[in-house]
């Protein structure tokens, strides 16, 4: 079988299985087995593939077919132009988290060290990214899971980044430190929206998901404990979900505390994150 036959065949399995983006996965897939770059199945598309890889390969489209993410079979995840290692323990970074991190990026450029907490790191995406673009920051990441804490700490020695990781719930575990940038991609989803997820997405860990009966326990709690650990002027950044915006920010004046609270949409025009600082 050559490498455009077992592309061919790979993609009309998860097509017929209503898997999203079926070529692609089937490519990205095939390019894991292979161990060669996209480039490589272009020039090659004729050669043959051994006996063992077709038979790699083909078991791994099964699992697709199964609604196992892609990211857990291979452990990659792209972000940030970086790559990450993943598993069933974490929550798979999404590009659309990249707004939030490119935003904390640019409100940081107004501190000489900013001290940055990032609360449900999961994987540690957020505090890695930020780590790696903003020179002389102090950062601290921070999840209630052990198992996610192990992947963030596979993350932070494979990339080279120098953070403190601590696991907490929520502030629990910290001194009173004061922070000047606190951000967060909490678990967002309904209750009773859980079961209406994508077979793949509930693949992922629950706890990373559920943001309780309306989905905004976490912006509750982490808006009104966080003004113990922000320094006037400081800045708290979420991430949402597309249909959040107005709530979030309702928590968010509901403390009076916070002023200059503004929201930025992804690339889809989806409502994304609000940023707000402390007055």
């Known amino acids: 079988m050559t490498i455009r036959e077992a592309l061919n065949k790979g993609t009309i399995m998860l097509k017929s299985n209503n898997i999203e983006s079926p070529r692609l996965k089937s490519r990205l897939l095939l390019q894991y087995v292979l161990n060669k770059p996209r480039e490589y199945l272009i020039i090659y598309d004729k050669k043959e593939i051994g006996k063992k890889e077709q038979w790699e390969y083909f078991v791994n489209i099964e699992k697709l077919t199964q609604g196992i993410p892609l990211q857990h079979i291979t452990n990659r995840q792209e972000f940030m132009k970086m790559d990450f290692f993943v598993d069933e323990n974490v929550l798979i970074p999404r590009p659309d988290t990249e707004i939030l991190v490119e935003e904390v990026i640019k409100i940081a450029e107004k501190f000489s060290h900013p001290k940055i907490l990032d609360l449900c790191t999961g994987s540690g995406a ?3 990214s930020l780590y790696k673009n903003i020179p002389g920051s102090d950062i601290y990441a921070v999840d209630i899971s052990e198992k996610a804490l192990e992947v963030a700490k596979i993350n932070a020695k494979r990339l080279k980044a120098k953070i403190k990781i ?3 719930n929520l502030f629990e575990e910290l001194k009173k430190d004061k922070f000047d940038i606190i951000v967060s991609n909490p678990p967002y989803i309904k209750n ?4 209406y997820l994508s077979d793949e997405v509930k693949k992922e860990p629950e706890i990373a998901l ?15 404990q966080a003004i113990d650990y922000l320094k006037l002027g400081s800045y708290l950044c979420f991430e949402i979900g597309y249909d959040q915006k107005i709530d979030v920010i309702e928590i968010i004046e509901n403390e009076k505390k916070y002023i200059n609270t503004y929201c930025k949409k992804d690339l889809y025009g989806n409502d994304r994150i609000i940023i707000t600082q402390v007055g």
Do not use: C, P, T, V
């Open 126 to 128: 957020i505090a890695i």
């Open 166 to 168: 601590i696991k907490s």
């Open 192 to 195: 009773e929206d859980i079961q």
């Open 210 to 224: 559920n943001g309780g009966i309306d989905g905004l326990d976490f912006y509750r709690k982490i808006s009104k």
